[in-house]
Nanobody
Framework: QVQLVESGGGPVQAGGSLRLSCSAF???????????MGWFRQAPGKEREGVAA???????TYVDSVKGRFTVSKDNAKNTLYLQMNSLQPEDTAMYYC???????????????????????????WGQGTQVTVAS
């Protein structure tokens, strides 16, 4: 059974940095082969939003609010996804989730999306989340 485990969250002052990690377990292949791996966040009372994602070719995508501050990367050998977050602001406070999109829905191949943060793209596997709290 596949499992995604996030770590690295915590409290931080505005302007500070954190690096989130997401370790992938149980896959029979390297995360290199996973179509999309992404970071999502959900603040209390708000809908979940895609923050950053990276596809199997290493192409990265970011939501506008984090561009220039956050960097998504992955270490295929370690089967780990990262999110480097700099210049954190109180509005970044949320539960952050790691997710893997294997390019399948109900066992059928749906292919590679134009962007791994496309709203209609379905991610198959989700972690339990790690809390990030930014104090002003």
């Amino acid at each position: 059974q596949v499992q995604l485990v996030e770590s690295g969250g915590g409290p931080v002052q505005a302007g500070g940095s954190l690096r989130l990690s997401c370790s992938a377990f149980g896959y029979t292949y390297s995360i290199y082969n996973i179509v999309c791996m992404g970071w999502f966040r959900q603040a209390p009372g708000k809908e979940r939003e895609g923050v950053a994602a990276i596809d199997s070719d290493g192409v990265t995508t970011y939501v506008d609010s984090v561009k220039g501050r956050f960097t998504v990367s992955k270490d295929n050998a370690k089967n780990t996804l990262y999110l480097q977050m700099n210049s954190l602001q109180p509005e970044d406070t949320a539960m952050y989730y790691c997710a893997a999109g294997r390019g399948t829905v109900g066992g059928s191949w749906i292919g590679v999306p134009p962007s791994c943060l496309d709203l209609g793209y379905e991610y198959n596997d989700w972690g339990q989340g790690t809390q990030v709290t930014v104090a002003s």
